[in-house]
């Protein structure tokens, strides 16, 4: 019902930046909140990022504060996640996920219902 894409991901160097992109299908996403999760080989999804559908509250996970920065553009139904400073350890597979309000816990991906396929994030040093 909620297709999502995500965008951007590649190989980048440590230190460089990286954003990636999530497009909703028509103004389906355009309300909902969304958030960016990243899974690396043999370990657990685990949060990065969240933003409400106004744009207005974002939380970040501690690995990535100060670094990353999430938004939106709803006329799109698109939201971004723009990575800065990357280390190697940022190496992962980024999904974007999708909800119908920030909930208390934005950082469990099981109350997400709606995903991405995912974009490859790889990180050299």
């Known amino acids: 019902q909620v297709p999502l894409v995500e965008s951007g991901g590649g190989l980048v160097q440590a230190g460089g930046s990286l954003r990636l992109s999530c497009a909703g299908s028509?103004?389906?996403?355009?309300?909902?909140?969304m958030g960016w999760f990243r899974q690396a080989p043999g370990k657990e999804r685990e949060f990065v990022a969240v933003i409400s559908g106004s744009g207005g509250l974002q939380y970040y996970a501690d690995s990535v504060k100060g670094r990353f920065t999430i938004s939106r553009d709803n006329a799109k139904n698109t939201v971004y996640l723009q990575m800065n400073s990357l280390k190697p350890e940022d190496s992962a597979v980024y999904f974007c996920?999708?909800?119908?309000?920030?909930?208390?816990?934005?950082?469990?991906?099981?109350?997400?219902?709606?995903w991405g396929q995912g974009t490859q994030v790889t990180v050299s040093s």
């Open positions: 996920a999708a909800r119908s309000y920030v909930s208390g816990r934005y950082y469990d991906p099981s109350i997400y219902p709606y």
């Open positions: 028509g103004r389906t996403v355009s309300t909902y909140a």
